[in-house]
């Protein structure tokens, strides 16, 4: 099959997903495979605590949803980055991730009128929801 990589090339994919987990990886680095073609490895770095908040924001516009996702649970997420995925989100699904939203919305880093502009347009489905949301994303800034 041609279009399955090579033994070499399948380890050295899983050599750079470990090397983004990596907590001693320079911030250079990390910034370097954030443009890496596997998936595997952007969901690494964006998972990674060291990753840096404009590491993070580039990865906000990644179009693989699961390395935004995870990039978004990052406690470092800038506010630019929070305001891109809500932009995103709107534009490309009318306003209809909820869960994306909500984790916008609760995201220590989100300005109060972003906030207020998601919850205002029906953001939170309910209070249990939102208080489960705010939980998770304390518990991604706070480890342990």
Do not use: F
């Not at 399955?4 to 750079?16: C, M, V």
């Not at 840096?52 to 990039?71: G, I, K």
């Not at 998601?118 to 939102?130: E, F, M, Q, V, Y």
Request: hydrophobic fraction near 35%; include cysteine.
């Amino acid at each position: 099959m041609s279009g399955t990589p090579s033994r070499a090339n399948q380890l050295a994919g899983y050599r750079r997903v470990l090397e983004a987990r990596g907590r001693h990886t320079p911030p250079e680095r990390l910034h370097e495979l954030a443009e890496d073609p596997l998936p595997a490895v952007r969901i690494a770095i964006a998972k990674n605590p060291q990753t840096p908040p404009q590491v993070l924001r580039r990865l906000a516009d990644d179009e693989h949803p699961t390395v935004a996702w995870n990039a978004l649970l990052r406690p470092q997420m800038p506010e630019t980055g929070l305001r891109r995925l809500a932009e995103l989100e709107s534009r490309n699904h009318g306003r209809r991730n909820l869960a994306l939203r909500e984790a916008i919305a609760h995201h220590p880093n989100a300005p109060e009128p972003l906030r207020t502009e998601l919850t205002s347009t029906g953001t939170c489905r309910d209070a249990i929801t939102c208080a489960t949301m705010r939980a998770a994303l304390s518990r991604a800034a706070n480890p342990g």
